[in-house]
């Protein structure tokens, strides 16, 4: 088996799909390999379609008037993007960017709808994985507007290790980019890593690091443990 | 709580911009045998964070806030929902299926709910209300994204004059100083929705004032110049600011 159809069989938007619902989806998909740094669309383009990456990642920014760039997001293995401007509106919205070498999968936005047609029930995996996206827009919501730098930087570690996992991880974007996500300046997110370390919440050496007090940094992120 | 239970909405007369829009008429009268339509005062809870999503709701009237609560007791508004528009759609198809936000009426509201399994039978028949749910996510998903950006990237004067806009567009009504905004909002509410506290709201709504571009009628927020309002908005820029950091509060 293709380790494309792995990755799409491990995606919230095609699980449960019967083998030809994925062999037809798989027909209309083009395999796309990039280097580094290279745009594959640009915030202001007619959306032409939706990707999957296979390998590698990408990074989703705004640029504004200003030509101040904001990552709204980076995509890693296993993930998709631009699936809801296939239905929302015409334009898109970001610039998206690879980040490293990476392989994706293409779906063009026609021949995806005319499969979505003669196959409805696709609908509801596209319903529960924007749904998820969404779920996870509000929780960034939420810690942009009620919680502190420590809390936002706290958040970012929890959604990056997982539940319990007290292996070393790699942080995988730059701190520049890292400190644009969380709406902090540079300055202050060196200062909060620093902090977090000093406290034992975080063992960090480059870009390795690892959690050493999941429960705490959980509850650092949430605002604090529970009072009761 | 003044929660009222309404016999079946008959002839709705929004029900070309719902959801259901492109059931059949006979479909329709079917769907409404299933809808439950009730009826909110100002400040009443439809459903709570945290508790199970059953179902899907519809705003017949009036004003939905959607918010979320952090554990120190702030809140923030992540949506505010007028007629047409669905309530818990997010929440339905998600693993945990429990409401990640609490909707509460901003004003006297009417809303009718459809049952999980009802919706699912629906679904399934009517692909074209599926289609019309994606379209309704992904264009709740692309607001969401500018709100995350708005948050990470402009300072709180420059996101109260974005929603004032924004408010004016959706809600505004013609006025003898400008446009006035039809939904009267405390300014609490516009602290939760901008992501500054209360004081800097305050301090920001009334420098606003002293230049001329808003003014008050009876609780309602009149747009004296969204000439220059909008001007501000793209511009970025403006008079000093005093609230900080980026997402600063």
Redesign the interface.
Known sequence: MLPATRVLQRHRLFEDLPDDALRQLLSIAREVSQPRRTVLFAQGDPCKGFYVVVDGMVRLF?S???G?E?V?EVIRAGQSFA???????SEC??TAETLEASRLLFFPKEPYLTV??AR?QL??G???S??????Q??A???R????DARQRVAGFFCDLAGNGDAAPHVLDVSKRTMA??????PE?LSRTLASLQEEGFITMDGRRFQVNDTQGLTDLA???P?LH | MSKTTMPQCQGCRISDRTVWASLTQESLEDLAEHRVASRYQKGDVIFHEGSPSTGLYNVCAGKVKLVRTGRVGRQTIVRIAGSGKTLGETDLFREDARHSVTAQAMEETVVCFLAKPVLMEYLKDYPDMMLEMVRRLAAALHKAEQRVESLATKDARHRLVEFLIEMGDEEGEPHDDGIRIRLRLTREEIAEVIGATLETTIRLMSALKKDGLVADDDGHVVLKDPARLHRIDRSGAGLPVGAGARGGR
Do not use: C, N
């Open positions: 705004k504004s008037a200003d101040r904001h709204v699936e809801a401007a296939v239905f929302a509106g919205p970001v979505l047609q409805p609908l509801l596209l319903i529960a924007l749904s998820v996206r969404m779920h827009l509000v960034k919501v939420e942009l507007t009620l919680y644009a996500q969380l709406g902090l300046t202050t949430r605002g604090g529970l």
